[in-house]
C-alpha cells in the first residue's frame, strides 16, 4: 500500500501537490469541462483543513517546452477562485525561479499557490534533475494526485518525489491501493473481464492476468482474435492478424496456470457496422462469411453473468460489445448489471464499461470506477508506474 496524505503530519507545512489540471479548453480559453478541478478537491480541502500552505502544480496540453498563452493554467485559477471563494488562491506566472519561491514562502497557512504549467520548461519531461530539484525547494512536502500521469518519469511525477518527504493525495490513493490491493491480494474466484476493441491495447493485460485470476471473460472486438486462434471462422469480425499467434500461446499458457477463459459461444452480428446495420444473431461459435460480430450473444451473456455471479472479487475493463449503438449494447449492460450485483469487490474501467455502469445508474454498486485511462491498464499489466514506485509504501 501507498503511503497517502492521512498518513503523515501535513498541519501547517508547505506541501506541493502535484494534479492533473489538463482541462479542456476552447478558442477563447474558457473551460469547457472542469470536472478534473471538481474531482481533486477532496485532496485541496482536506489539505487546507490540515492548515497546509497549499502550492498546486499541473501540466496543460503540449507546449513543448515553451511559454504558449493559451495553455496558460491562468483560466484554472480562475475557477479555482469561483468554486473556493473562501480560500485565498494566487497564481505564480512560472513554476520554478526567485519570484515564484518568494511566493512559496510567503505563503500562509490556508492559502493555495497555483503554479503556470509544468511543461511550459522542457526540462519538466526530461525529468531534469535541476528543475526537480527547483521545485522540490518550494515545499516541505511532496503529494502527487496526478494519476493519470504517473506513467510518465517527469521531474514534478518522479525526480521532485525522489527529493522530498512524499505521499499520495486522496484520488491517486484510491485509484492505486484499490486496483494493486485486489492484484496482490483478491477475494477468489476472482474475475478479470475483458473487452473493446484492440487486443494489441490489452493483450499485456490478459498476459498479467493469467498470474492473477481464476476466471478471465473476453468478449468485445478482442475475442475473435482469441477464437481464431482456437480454429473457429471469425467471418468478418475484427481480428488483429499480427497477434493471433501470441494470442494462442497465451490461451495455452491459460490452461497450464488452471485459469478458466471463456470466449463468446454465440454472437450477435451484422453485415457491416454501422447504425443501420441490421443485427442477426449467430447461434453457435463459428461465424458465416458474410457476418461480423458486434456483441456478445444471449448464452454468453448467461455464462457471463453466472461466472460473474459466482466471483467474490471482480476487474472489468471494456465493452462486450459496439456499445454505443443500442441494438449491440445488451452484452455489455447485462455484464454491468451482473458486476454491479457481485458483493465483494468490484472495480471498472476503461471509458464504455465506465459510461454502461453509468447509464444504469449502477456507479454507487461498484467498489471502484478507475478513471486512469492509460495508468490504470499499465498498472493491470503488472508495470510499475514510475509515479507510483517512487512514492513510500506503508
Ligand atoms: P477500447 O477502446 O479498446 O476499450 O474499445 C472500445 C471500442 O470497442 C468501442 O468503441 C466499441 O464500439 C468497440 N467494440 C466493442 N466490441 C466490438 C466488436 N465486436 N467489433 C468492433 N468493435 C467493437
Known sequence: MKRTITDIDVTGKRVLLRVDFNVPLDENGSITDDSRIRKELPTIKYLLAKRAKLIICSHLGRPEGQYKPNLSLLPVAQRLVDILPLTKIKFAADCIGEKTEEEAKNLKEGEILLLENLRFHAEEEKNDPIFAQKLASLAEIYVDDAFGTAHRKHASVYGVAKLLPNAVGLLMGKEINTILGA??????????????????????????????????????????????????????????????????????????????????????????????????????????????????????????????????????????????????????????????????????????????????GLEDSVTHISTGGGASLKLLEGEVLPGVEVIENI
Open 183 to 360: 492484484l496482490e491480494n483478491p477475494e477468489r474466484p476472482f474475475t478479470a473481464i475483458l473487452g473493446g476493441s484492440k487486443v494489441s491495447d490489452k493483450i499485456y493485460v490478459v498476459m498479467n492476468m493469467l498470474n492473477k485470476v481464476d476466471n478471465l471473460l473476453i468478449g468485445g472486438g478482442m475475442a475473435y482474435t482469441f477464437l481464431k486462434a482456437l480454429g473457429y471462422n471469425v467471418g468478418k469480425s475484427l481480428v488483429d492478424d499480427t497477434k493471433v499467434e501470441l494470442a494462442r500461446n497465451i490461451l495455452a499458457e491459460a490452461e497450464k496456470k488452471y485459469v478458466n477463459v471463456i470466449l463468446p459461444i454465440d454472437h450477435i452480428c451484422a453485415e457491416s457496422l454501422s447504425p443501420n446495420a441490421r443485427p442477426k444473431k449467430v447461434r453457435g461459435v463459428n461465424i458465416p462469411d458474410s457476418l461480423m460480430a458486434l456483441d456478445i450473444g444471449p448464452k454468453t451473456t448467461k455464462l457471463f453473468a453466472k461466472t460473474i455471479k459466482k466471483s467474490a472479487s471482480v476487474i472489468w475493463n471494456g465493452p462486450m460489445g459496439v456499445f454505443e449503438f443500442n441494438k449491440f449494447s445488451k452484452g455489455t449492460e447485462k455484464v454491468a448489471k451482473a458486476v454491479a450485483k457481485v458483493n465483494g469487490k468490484t472495480i471498472v474501467g476503461g471509458g464504455d464499461s465506465i459510461a454502461a455502469i453509468r447509464k444504469l
